[in-house]
């Protein structure tokens, strides 16, 4: 055995509570612990054989391992155990989570992941010719409440919520994955099983899904700010060309003895005492007004964060009178800086450029992190060019379980999300000379 656990087997990994069978709501604290391990016979069983540790509970998981894995391939900040447990703690009223870590033949940890199983309504996020016919065909209800079995967890943009050593095998880590995966997936009643979001970068190590029958989707590009252009946005405004930078200034002056101001919190109880459940319905109306709604998350969750990451969540808000008309959350490792989610007063929206003077106090912030990546969103996709923000390419990786949804998801991949071309970044900077 690897390491300690909750409990394991060996062999096939049969995976059933009561409450599991009945639906994918949590079974609660007192309900049968999961742990499960099952093999991956090489073609020379013992040479290279890979086994998987499931863990139920994030307070469970073997820390060592988990954090030694994240540490050494730099993965992402939505892999950070704090990260984890505070998205556990948030979300378990809706959603069901398994944390894995396969390790290699010598015990060594060679990959890690989180697991979630959740219901979504494909109409947030599908194809919009498609959207309107299941909204308005009482046969296709179903698709109003699809059961999905993630790869990934709820809150985690733009990013991946699994991490493969280098030197590991990602051909049998995945094949031991998808294994269990499906078979989770069956026992629970899900429709299909997503591994989400991966960079082009990622694409190679996980080809091998494509074996498995998983079809290749293309989703919403993440964009990018160039980091380079000084230490804050003023320097930034600096490089624009003059047409661009009356444009910004225009935005900037409506503010101007308005009585609103931007702050930038960091300080968890000042978060806290500052973001009200008053405020976050903000954030859902935008959510609702949103192109792309993949999930709406709860109030709890961004207090979990707050709570759990030590600084490293920031609230940069526009006030005015104590109260928030406009805000965005950012996370910030050691190389990236996420501006993750944001919301807006439309009542006062277009008096005030609520949302571009938001989006360039996030720019200043983000600038003076002095990090190598920033990360933008997914969405407003013309404005962030002409921002001349980059963008990069997102992809997840679909397969429908049982006979039906095996060919629904076969057929129909390329209408799972709406299409968000993303465009080029506008000519907005001066030349050099």
Not at 107 to 119: D, H, Q, S, V, Y
């Amino acid at each position: 055995m690897c390491a300690s656990g909750i409990g394991t087997w060996t062999g096939s990994a049969t995976v059933s509570t009561p409450d599991m069978r009945r639906g994918l709501l949590p079974a609660g604290r007192d309900a049968d612990r999961l742990a499960v391990e099952a093999g991956f016979s090489s073609p020379r069983p013992g040479a290279g054989a890979y086994t998987i540790r499931v863990f139920e509970a994030a307070a469970d998981i073997e820390r060592t391992a988990w954090d030694g894995l994240c540490a050494s391939c730099a993965a992402p900040v939505f892999m950070d155990l704090r990260f984890v447990a505070a998205v556990e703690a948030a979300m378990k009223s809706t959603c069901r989570f398994w944390f894995v870590i396969v390790y290699d033949d010598e015990c060594r940890p060679a990959a890690c992941a989180g697991l979630t199983a959740m219901k979504v309504d494909f109409t947030d996020f599908g194809d919009r010719r498609v959207t309107w016919i299941v909204k308005y065909a009482p046969f296709l209800a179903r698709f109003r409440n699809m059961r999905m079995l993630f790869c990934s967890l709820p809150g985690s943009p733009g990013d991946r919520s699994l991490v493969i050593a280098p030197a590991a095998d990602s051909g049998k880590v995945l094949a031991l994955l998808h294994e269990f995966m499906l078979r989770l997936a069956t026992e629970i009643g899900a429709d299909a099983v997503i591994f989400k979001e991966f960079a082009p970068t990622d694409l190679d190590a996980m080809k091998p899904l494509l074996g498995f029958g998983y079809q290749l989707v293309e989703i919403p590009a993440m964009h990018l700010l160039d980091p380079t252009f000084g230490g804050t946005f003023a320097d930034y405004c600096a490089a624009l060309r003059t047409r661009y930078r009356q444009q910004v200034n225009k935005s900037v002056r409506k503010l101007k003895n308005s009585g609103i101001v931007s702050t930038v919190l960091t300080e968890p109880d000042a978060i806290l005492r500052k973001y009200t459940r008053e405020t976050h319905a903000l954030y859902e109306e935008m959510t609702r007004k949103s192109d792309l709604r993949i999930e709406v998350l709860p109030y709890e969750y961004y207090c979990e964060l707050v709570r759990r990451m030590d600084g490293r969540m920031e609230l940069i808000s526009l006030a005015r009178e104590d109260r928030i008309v406009a805000f965005g959350w950012c996370c910030c490792d050691d190389t990236t800086y996420h501006l993750m989610y944001a919301g807006v007063d439309y009542g006062l929206n277009k008096e005030f450029d609520l949302y571009f003077n938001l989006m360039y106090a996030g720019f200043d912030r983000a600038l003076r992190k002095g990090v190598a990546r920033i990360h933008v969103g997914q969405t407003a996709t013309v404005f962030k060019a002409r921002m001349g923000c980059s963008h990069e390419q997102r992809y997840v990786y679909t397969k429908g379980v049982g006979f039906f949804m095996t060919n629904l998801f076969r057929l129909g991949s390329s209408l799972l999300v709406t299409k968000k071309p993303s465009s080029p970044p506008a000519d907005i900077f001066k030349r050099p000379g």
